[in-house]
């Protein structure tokens, strides 16, 4: 059993309950617009495993370290993992083909800055977008995600509500 972080679209900002709510996770994943390397190497202290991509907005240093389109499975779940991917209905160009071919439990993504997790029962994956974690863009919540999984099944998901921080007590860019 593993306990899964999941956050998007942080854009070089920092908040510190990042720490707080992935404190007991095993893995974290970025699904891309990470900013740059110093957020990154902050989520990497807080779980054994890392796993990100770069997003739209990330240069040519996360876009070295990192693919745009990663792979994996965890507790005999398969998992998809890429900045731009949409959602049932409305997937990016290729996703439908991705989706086909690596028959995924999971598909995670971020880009819109829009929280939504979705069932496509079509393809028996769950779309998962964490929404926006960072304060760039329109978002008035910014948001992560947290998931279980154990022997091949996804348990637990909760979405985590960032409280606005308007005296930025919590959080700070990163440059």
Not at 44 to 49: K, M, Q
Not at 119 to 140: C, E, F, H, M
Request: proline share 4%.
């Amino acid at each position: 059993m593993k306990k899964i972080g999941i956050i998007s679209d942080t854009h070089s900002y920092w908040d510190d309950r990042y720490e707080e709510h992935f404190k007991d996770c095993d893995e974290i994943w970025h699904a891309g617009d990470i900013g740059n390397e110093k957020v990154i190497d902050r989520l990497a202290t807080l779980a054994p495993v890392l796993r990100a991509v770069w997003g739209n907005a990330d240069g040519q240093s996360l876009r070295r370290r990192f693919k745009e389109t990663e792979i994996f499975e965890v507790e005999g779940v398969k998992v998809v993992m890429t900045h731009i991917g949409g959602y049932p209905g409305r997937y990016a160009p290729g996703i439908k083909q991705r989706l086909t071919i690596s028959q995924p439990k999971i598909l995670v993504c971020g880009h819109s800055h829009i929280l939504k997790v979705i069932p496509d029962r079509y393809y028996s994956v769950l779309t998962i977008n964490p929404g926006a974690a960072g304060t760039q863009g329109w978002q008035k919540v910014r948001t992560l995600i947290t998931l279980t999984l154990d022997a091949g099944t996804i348990k637990g998901c909760q979405v985590i509500e960032l409280a606005p921080d308007k005296e930025h007590r919590h959080g700070r860019i990163l440059d």
